[in-house]
């Protein structure tokens, strides 16, 4: 039971170099960036001439974003198996 607490709450803030809050408020800043873009999408959808790279241009900062913690956590968990190699 306290591993699967510990594989659900904190492997993965952890593997971000985060804890558990810090990890709580950065994914929430993403899930209301995406609420907002959700929004702009549909105002996109009835009138075109609103928001027309709006809502690519940050899906592509945000890939950028999450691109770099999720390489993050790659390299964490490759670390901690033992199989992590700085020069790869």
């Known amino acids: 039971m306290r591993r699967t607490l510990s594989r659900l709450f ?3 803030p952890r593997e971000v170099n985060e804890g558990y809050f810090e990890h709580m408020a950065a ?15 549909f105002l996109h959808a009835v009138v ?23 390489e993050d956590a790659r390299d964490t968990r490759m670390r901690e198996a033992g199989v992590w190699d700085p020069g790869l």
Do not use: N
């Open 10 to 12: 904190a492997d993965h």
């Open 27 to 41: 994914a929430s800043r993403f899930g209301l960036r995406l609420s907002r873009l959700a929004g702009l999408a």
């Open 48 to 70: 075109p001439g609103v928001a027309k790279t709006a809502v690519s241009d940050e899906i592509q900062r945000m890939a950028r974003e999450i691109g770099g913690r999720a």
